[in-house]
């Protein structure tokens, strides 16, 4: 059996993700807690949030992810963007709490030319006040690994390893490993032996206990294209035959599998839900 679901829509009203959730026959599912195209969000209404815990409660579905919105880049060198940036982080921690969100993943962002260390070190100290300004909870807050993007953060399991050296909240910083964005960052994970390599480098820099959930997307660019364009499962450059050995690998058959693949009439999430299952031999 694997826990598999997709990312879902909020509008409406953000307790209704639930149902749509459940409509799509996930096990699982993420969502965006607010427009992830503007720096700005409305404040959470309580009474919504508490039918949000209600509904996912009554659904069975779990564990709910919460996505970054777009714009926030914890690695730039702009101070006034960089500066929107810890808030909005420090926001949408709030925003998990209130809603019972246990993670909320992040990308880690572009360092425009300033040089990875230096996006390193943006990144961490964003990271660190970011917990500080938000004051307690128990969000975890996941890393997502990049698709090896020009002047990106964290493609590898190396860079992703020495960011979270630096952030003091320990035992609140995990995973997401994106099987689109690896694939495009050059490791190839269409062979078992593939599979083992990435996930072998990721236990060696970090440790796989810290992988917490699975971005499960198809890839449309080549093997090390550095293009983050997913695909639908099985459609794409790494294909059925990678799906099934990512999908029987230990690591990850046992972890949260979120599928973000494209809404283009080819094929929906139900579908792409079903794909997994049957890749996957549930």
Not at 147 to 175: C, F, P, Q
Not at 180 to 206: K, M, P, Q, S, W
Not at 248 to 258: D, E, F, Y
Request: aromatic content about 4%; proline content about 4%.
């Amino acid at each position: 059996m694997v826990l598999v679901g997709c990312h879902v829509s909020i509008a409406g009203s953000i307790d209704l993700a639930v149902g749509r959730a459940c409509d799509a026959g996930c096990d699982t599912f993420q969502i965006f807690s607010r427009n992830p195209r503007g720096w700005k969000a409305k404040d959470l209404d309580p009474d919504v949030a508490g039918a949000f815990r209600a509904a996912v409660r009554s659904s069975g579905i779990g564990p709910v992810v919460d996505h970054m919105p777009y714009l926030p880049n914890p690695a730039s060198p702009d101070d006034e963007i960089y500066e929107k940036s810890v808030a909005a982080l420090a926001g949408e921690f709030r925003r998990c709490d209130m809603l019972g969100i246990p993670y909320l993943v992040t990308h880690l962002g572009h360092h425009r030319g300033a040089g990875t260390a230096a996006g390193q070190e943006r990144v961490v100290a964003a990271i660190n006040r970011a917990f500080a300004d938000a004051g307690d909870g128990d969000v975890m807050l996941l890393l997502e690994n990049t698709a090896g993007e020009k002047n990106s953060v964290g493609s590898t399991a190396g860079d992703i390893a020495l960011i979270m050296e630096g952030i003091d909240a320990e035992g609140r910083v995990g995973i997401c490993f994106d099987t689109c964005h690896a694939f495009a960052a050059g490791h190839d994970l269409r062979t078992a032996e593939g599979v083992d390599a990435v996930l072998g480098e990721f236990n060696d820099r970090i440790g796989l206990s810290y992988l917490r959930i699975i971005h499960l997307n198809d890839c449309k660019g080549n093997l090390g294209s550095g293009l983050d364009r997913h695909e639908h499962i099985g459609l794409g450059t790494i294909g059925e035959e990678g799906f099934r050995h990512i999908l029987h690998h230990p690591a990850i058959r046992r972890l949260p599998l979120i599928c973000e693949t494209p809404v283009d009439g080819q094929r929906g999430d139900a579908g792409n839900i079903a794909k997994v299952r049957e890749l996957a031999g549930a």
